[in-house]
Each structure stands twice: as structure tokens, then as C-alpha cells.
């Protein structure tokens, strides 16, 4: 069985900051892909980076970028410069070779002025 | 991706009711898709998977009499709360995976059973 482990339940930065979310996960899959979404109050699930295991380059996406340690099954997300519309639910989570996905139970970041 | 849409967004029903639920591909010819279930202040769950043409894979716990899921066409997948209780009082989330681990979330229905 697949499971993701998000320990962190709220993270708090100020605007302009840099914080980092932690995500471990463990697989038996050989070849599976990590991501991390978003959720903000409405409550829209949007993603914001996704990583290929076989894919030893560390994905980014602007200011989101990820460091992915695969032999740690570890899977973190860092988000730099900070900004108001970043404050949201994040998740981890993680395919199986069905396509289903496997979430974390969140981290809740709070962005202060 | 694709552009998913889902309804209706909120609905309120008695208890002993069916409510169903719609989700749409507006764009993209969705082979599977899936219905999530999320807690207030909790992760989403998987409940199960959707699959155009043939009968849905639901996950371990899920009662598939109680959540009865219909793909009939490549852009349409619903979800049926039968008999519907408080405790199924909830959030309800569709994706439709676009291939290559792609996934397009509907924007969730909230349920609420009096």
C-alpha cells in the first residue's frame, strides 16, 4: 500500500519570505510521479508542480520549485517570495501505476503581511 | 488540460433522498474518471474510479449501493447518493485524468443532508 505523510499542518510566512513544505511518501512502484496541489478556499484543486520519479532534475515552476530525494522517498516544496495568494491547503500526493492518486493530509500555509 | 465541469456546486437534500451528481468533460474524451470525498478540514479520499463503458472500481470501505457511479459517455460521469444521510454530509470531487498522469479537478460539490 501507497502512503503519503505531510507532518506539518500549518506553516506560517511573511510576504516576500520563503517557506518549505514537507511531503515523504512511500511506493513500491518503480516509476510513479509526485505532485503537489493547491487548495484554496474555494476549495479548487489546482496544481502547482508535478515531478517525474524517473526524472532526476528537480521540477520548478516560477517561484515553486521542488527538491526531490528519491532514495529518502522525500518530496518538499518550496515556495519563495512569498505572496497573499499563495496562503491555501497544499497537498502531496502520489500516483499509482492505476493513475489513482494518493494524498497527503495537508498543510495549511497562512501568508502575513 | 482538460476543462472539467461539475454540478451542481452546492445542494441541500432530506435525508432518505437521492442526489446526483454530474461531472462533465468539456473538452477531452475521459476514459476514466475519479469521485474524490473531503471532510471539512481533511484530505481528499478516493472513492472510485470511473471507467466509459463498464462498471465503476470502488475503493475499500465504499458502499457502491449507497454511491452509484455512472460513465455512459466518454464526457459524462455521475454520482448517486441514495438514500442519503447526514453523514453523508460532505464535499464531492471529480478529476478526469487527460493521460500521461495528467489530472483536471471539477470544481466540487457540496452536499448537505437535513
Keep these: 500500500a501507497q502512503t503519503v505523510t505531510q507532518s506539518q499542518p500549518e506553516m506560517s510566512v511573511q510576504e516576500a519570505e520563503t517557506v518549505t513544505l514537507s511531503c515523504t511518501y512511500d511506493t513500491s512502484e518503480s516509476d510513479y510521479y509526485l505532485f503537489w496541489y493547491k487548495q484554496p478556499p474555494s476549495r479548487q484543486m489546482i496544481l502547482v508542480i508535478r515531478q517525474e520519479a524517473y526524472k532526476q532534475q528537480n521540477a520548478t515552476e516560477n517561484r515553486f520549485s521542488v527538491n526531490f530525494q528519491k532514495a529518502a522517498k522525500s518530496f518538499s516544496l518550496k515556495i519563495s517570495d512569498s505572496q497573499l495568494g499563495d496562503a491555501a491547503m497544499y497537498f502531496c500526493a502520489l500516483t499509482d501505476s492505476w493513475g489513482k492518486l494518493q494524498f497527503g493530509a495537508g498543510t495549511q500555509v497562512v501568508v502575513t503581511p | ?114
Design chain 2, 1 to 114: 488540460g482538460a476543462v472539467v465541469s461539475q454540478h451542481p456546486s452546492r445542494v441541500i437534500c432530506k435525508s432518505g433522498t437521492s442526489v446526483k451528481i454530474e461531472c462533465r468533460s468539456l473538452d477531452f474524451q475521459a476514459t476514466t474518471m475519479f469521485w474524490y470525498r473531503q471532510f471539512p478540514k481533511q484530505s481528499l479520499m478516493l472513492m472510485a474510479t470511473s471507467n466509459e463503458g463498464s462498471k465503476a472500481t470502488y475503493e475499500q470501505g465504499v458502499e457502491k449501493d449507497k454511491f452509484l457511479i455512472n460513465h455512459a459517455s466518454l464526457t459524462l460521469s455521475t454520482l448517486t447518493v441514495t438514500s442519503a444521510h447526514p453523514e453523508d454530509s460532505s464535499f464531492y470531487i471529480c478529476s478526469v485524468t487527460t493521460g500521461g498522469f495528467g489530472y483536471t479537478f471539477g470544481s466540487g460539490t457540496r452536499l448537505t443532508v437535513v
